[in-house]
């Protein structure tokens, strides 16, 4: 037998990459598209939901409630993780991708603690936990149909423009609606009617998620897989959870937390701060934020997928160790630049693109390298666990940060003592992990 029929991608179309690019990559966007638009709401989100005469305290609360999503991802992924490793992962990606659109478009219509007292917060916070099984879901679908359906020198790529590039993607959308809603309703309605439309639109990203897979058809590296089993005669695999968590894949899954966390925490901390940050502390308007948010997304994309490239050359772990280095000099004082620049638009700019760079370029391989770290039969689960509990528990570090800032004054150097052990923590994973480049099997 040839090295092209061993090779199950040899014969996907060119048109099935196009689509597996498409459906991964906005997949994840719109996703993480629902789950932006909390954090560009989140000063409004506090004060209706979790009001405090401690501003840092409502900030706190709302991104403890973002956390309860992200603890949550964990549950999903192991649910829809083994899910598509015993039975494909495109069927799983339109469950989850729908269950979120659906769930984000059902904030809008949430009474307020005004309205209803402490049942308002009670409510928010148990949609916020389904929403996050749901997120957990795409992200097992997601980060692996992508990098199975490309040859493998496209696979860094793909990783880059998945995790990060997808991430840039869905704050590009978010950041548009904000701005779109600001214009619409300007002033104290936005207050009112503003973030209300802003968690409507989610029902947009459930409507295109199921019109872009209709057309995606099946991995091509676990369709050859399931030929193979069932020409042995038995099932792909019987409990991909339970293999995950044997001894043989322990140590794995425990190595892989150091680079999720890391790289989670690093992103949290940078690019999902970021719209309080412009908010709260540069106490730049609503109009001028959206923009500088619009181009900071953009400035995501093209490093995550530069740096998810450059890994195919340099290696996964050189890449890491890399921009892991370049996080921990600049972590102690981006922030405090960031707020030092004010309202001044133009250095806030650059500084803001700086910062994104730190948060989207660091993890940009990560979703490739958790994919080599795990045969096809265990990769959903063992790549969507690894991810989504690392970035669990990176999400929390905003929270964290918000409690231990005793006023707005003080989030930039509390920021950056975040981040800065959160990079460390990063390379240390980096530095023990072993490299894993082209090792897709």
């Not at 990559?25 to 009001?51: E, H, K, N, Q, T």
């Not at 989850?96 to 049942?119: N, R």
Request: aromatic share 10%.
């Amino acid at each position: 037998m040839s090295a092209a029929t061993d090779d199950p991608i040899a014969g996907v179309s060119q048109r099935q990459m196009v689509i597996a690019v498409m459906a991964s990559s906005l997949g994840w966007a719109l996703d993480l598209f629902d789950l932006f638009i909390l954090l560009y709401v989140a000063p409004i989100i506090g004060r209706l939901f979790f009001p405090s005469d401690v501003p840092t305290l409502s900030l706190a609360a709302v991104y403890a409630s973002f956390a309860v999503t992200l603890l949550m991802r964990p549950v999903g992924s192991a649910l829809f993780g083994s899910y598509a490793d015993r039975n494909g992962r495109k069927g799983t990606m339109i469950v989850a991708v729908v269950g979120v659109g659906v769930s984000t478009a059902a904030f809008g219509a949430l009474p307020t603690i005004q309205q209803v007292g402490i049942a308002a917060p009670i409510i928010f916070l148990l949609l916020r936990l389904m929403q996050g099984i749901f997120v957990g879901g795409v992200v097992a679908a997601t980060h692996t149909i992508g990098t199975e359906s490309v040859p493998a020198r496209w696979r860094g790529a793909m990783s880059g423009l998945i995790g990060g590039g997808g991430a840039g993607i869905g704050g590009l959308l978010a950041s548009i609606v904000y701005l779109i809603t600001s214009e619409l309703f300007p002033g104290e309605a936005f207050g009112v009617w503003g973030w209300r439309v802003m968690f409507f639109s989610g029902i947009l990203s459930a409507v295109l998620g199921v019109f872009i897979f209709n057309s995606l058809e099946e991995s091509p590296v676990w369709a050859a897989l399931k030929r193979r089993k069932a020409a042995a005669g038995g099932a792909v695999i019987e409990s991909p959870l339970r293999t995950l968590v044997s001894r043989q894949w322990r140590g794995v899954f425990a190595l892989n937390l150091l680079l999720s966390t890391g790289g989670g925490a690093g992103y949290y901390l940078t690019s999902g701060y970021l719209p309080t940050f412009l908010k709260v502390v540069n106490g730049i308007p609503n109009r001028e934020a959206s923009l500088i948010l619009i181009g900071c997304s953009l400035v995501a994309i093209v490093s995550a997928l530069s740096v998810g490239h450059l890994s195919t050359f340099w290696g996964r772990r050189r890449t890491f160790i890399t921009v892991g280095v370049i996080r921990l000099v600049f972590a102690p004082f981006i922030f405090t630049l960031l707020a030092g620049a004010g309202t001044d638009l133009s250095a806030v700019v650059w500084i803001a693109v700086f910062v994104v760079f730190l948060g989207n370029g660091t993890y940009a391989p990560l979703l490739i390298f958790l994919n080599e770290r795990f045969p096809t039969a265990l990769r959903s689960t063992g790549t969507g666990l690894s991810w989504n509990i690392g970035f669990a528990i990176g999400g929390i570090m905003p929270t964290f940060a918000s409690l231990a800032a005793p006023t707005t004054a003080a989030l930039p150097t509390t920021l950056g003592w975040f981040l800065l052990a959160m990079s460390v923590l990063f390379l240390a994973g980096a530095l023990l992990s072993p490299e894993t480049n082209g090792d897709l099997t």
